[in-house]
């Protein structure tokens, strides 16, 4: 059995939306997975569990993510 370790690089930083709610603005995290492909994450915790963010060229607006 081979153990498989994810690298999470933190390389760009985008802006998208999660989901059905596209009012809602995320700045998106670029990561890296150990095969060479990137994925996205939501900086703030409300995207996380949603769906895959897409990436819009819009201005960063939830309030979370600019918090941080
Ligand atoms: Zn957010």
Known sequence: MRSVTVVE???TTKAGTVGEDVLTVHELITKTNT???P???TKCESGRGRGTPT???RQVNCRECLAE
């Open 9 to 11: 690089v933190e390389a």
């Open 35 to 37: 095969d060479g492909e």
């Open 39 to 41: 994925y996205f994450l």
């Open 55 to 57: 990436e819009w060229l």
